[in-house]
């Protein structure tokens, strides 16, 4: 569904990205994980159309995005979750699902989306003439999930959504993220807490100073002597 | 009482203007951080034209009052809204990656531009508008006799500040404008043409400053190439004023500052007009850089 092959992303004069494939298949959960700076957002978002590939090549259903505007991008059905989840603190819960929504032009089908977010998140429901800004971090997040399910997208990147929240939200937003995934929608999920990535997905990627790694089924990486001392706190 | 009415009706007319040129400056620093210093001259190209079309297609021979105001406004603000887009692509689009001082040098360039241009083609002398365009009546106001004029005028923009309002709150492409405003990554990030809100954002505020213009040039009778810099700097303050960046404050900054120059000049000393609306920008800088309205609401990290 997804195919990265190869591409490079630079910074002015840095480059951040030498090279990485990665290859997501139609309804998994692929995740890939890595330290602090090893390049898993900036994967992101130039799969997303926000940084330019100096080199190689995204195809997303057969088709070249990499040559596309990130707004192209998200019509073809790529949405993604932000490291920090950045909603638009100073409009209201219901504003940033609207805009969410923004490529889509069936009013029926933004109902339907609208109705299938507040069944996930009945927290949002409540609150949908609030300012974003006033939500708590956990809502914020539910909210950055909402927003980008109300485009309707066929993959969702989620950069980081347990950051910041407390152990018992982050199973919760967990949960979520595989009830998602069952309903059909392809996932690829950066994630600091390894462990948690690992159990809930199909598949991973490990990421280091701008390159790939290792790549496995999430079984075996959990299982990895190497990923267990570098990534999920020693053996146990 | 009757000279303080007279004085207010002043005050809310020409801050009515002021706060049509101030929209042009907060939407612009909306979504590009970028302080617009040629907007005051697009202001000036609207006064221009619309003396320029008056003048060249007798409107006033087959229209009456009324309609030769509505069309030459919709002329004049078609026609600056075309030349603030260029603006954009031309001096602003280039250095959207560049410093941001780079832009603020090119917007200073454009300014001296645009002045330039106005002087060479219409020469450097006043100009004067036909004066038998707009009735003479005066309309009695709690016993006040006022000038229907300055009524239109307050109306006028009044009227087109509700229109932008309800625009940018109401619509999809206004609910884009703000998400642009707030972040633009996340904007793109919801399918949003940033290139274009801000093509937008460039053609709403150059046509209301050029409707401004023609106003000004309906209500005062004389224009000059270089009154875009005052009418700019104390656009800017009342943007300043309101809190730049916010839509409804550059409204309010707007009045508040027509007002505030009115009761100076009446109450102090017409000398100090100018005086007044910096003391106020100096002011507010000191005192709340964020302006009356700036800021609602902090952001949760």
Not at chain 1, 5 to 17: F, K, P, Q, T
Not at chain 1, 110 to 119: E, G, K, L, M, P
Not at chain 2, 184 to 205: E, T
């Amino acid at each position: 569904m997804l195919q990265v092959e190869n591409i490079h992303v630079s910074y002015g004069r840095v480059e951040a990205l030498h090279g990485v494939s990665l290859d997501v298949r139609q309804g998994e959960i692929v995740t890939i994980l890595g330290a602090n700076g090893a390049g898993k957002s900036t994967t992101l978002n130039a799969i997303c159309g926000i940084f330019k590939t100096t080199e190689g090549a995204i195809r997303f259903e057969k088709e070249d995005i990499h040559t596309l505007a990130a707004h192209a991008i998200v019509a073809r059905g790529v949405a993604q979750v932000p490291e920090g989840r950045r909603v638009f603190g100073t409009l209201t819960v219901r504003e940033n699902l609207n805009l969410g929504a923004y490529t889509c032009n069936d009013k029926a089908r933004v109902a339907d989306n609208r109705q299938r977010v507040y069944t996930l998140f009945p927290r949002l429901a409540e609150r949908v003439d609030q300012l974003a800004g006033t939500l708590s971090g956990g809502e914020q997040q539910m909210l950055a999930i909402g927003r980008a399910l109300m485009g309707n997208p066929k993959i969702l990147l989620l950069d980081e959504p347990s950051l910041g929240l407390a152990p018992l939200l982050v199973k919760a937003i967990f949960e979520t993220i595989r009830e998602i995934n069952r309903s059909g929608l392809t996932v690829v999920l950066v994630e600091q807490n390894a462990r948690a990535a690992l159990k809930l997905a199909h598949r991973g990627y490990v990421m280091e100073v701008g390159r790939i790694v290792l790549e496995d089924t999430a079984d075996r990486l959990l299982a990895d002597p190497e990923v267990q001392k570098a990534y999920l706190g020693g053996a146990r | 009482m009757d000279f303080f009415l007279q004085q207010l009706t002043n005050g809310l007319a020409v801050g009515s203007i002021y706060a049509l040129i101030a929209l042009g400056y907060t939407m612009v620093y909306g979504v590009l951080k970028l302080i617009n210093f040629a907007h005051g001259d697009l202001f000036a190209i609207g006064a221009y034209l619309g003396l320029t079309l008056l003048t060249a297609f007798g409107l006033t021979r087959f229209l009456g009052p009324l309609g030769v105001v509505i069309v030459l406004a919709l002329m004049v603000m078609g026609l600056v809204a075309v030349v603030g887009a260029v603006l954009e692509r031309v001096a602003y689009r280039p250095l959207r990656q560049a410093h941001r001082l780079s832009a603020v040098v090119s917007a200073m360039g454009a300014s001296i531009f645009f002045q330039n241009a106005l002087m060479l083609i219409y020469g450097a002398r006043y100009k004067v508008y036909p004066h038998d365009i707009l009735p003479k009546n005066v309309v009695s106001l709690l016993g006040v006799e006022v000038p229907l004029v300055r009524l239109l005028v307050l109306l006028t923009s009044v009227l087109m500040m509700v229109a932008l309002y309800l625009f940018i709150q109401k619509t999809r492409i206004g609910t884009a404008i703000r998400a642009a405003a707030i972040d633009q990554r996340a904007a793109k990030l919801m399918g949003i043409n940033v290139d274009r809100v801000i093509m937008i954002v460039f053609l709403i505020g150059p046509a209301l400053g050029g409707a401004a213009g023609l106003m000004v040039g309906l209500y005062y009778g004389q224009i000059n190439f270089t009154m875009g810099w005052m009418y700019g700097l104390k656009a800017f303050t009342a943007a300043i004023l309101g809190g730049i960046g916010n839509i409804p404050g550059a409204m309010v900054g707007g009045l508040l500052l027509g007002v505030i120059e009115a009761m100076g000049a009446a109450y102090l000393s017409i000398a100090w007009k100018d005086a007044i609306t910096f003391i106020v920008l100096i002011a507010i800088l000191i005192v709340r850089p964020t302006g009356l309205l700036g800021e609602r609401v902090a952001e949760k990290v």
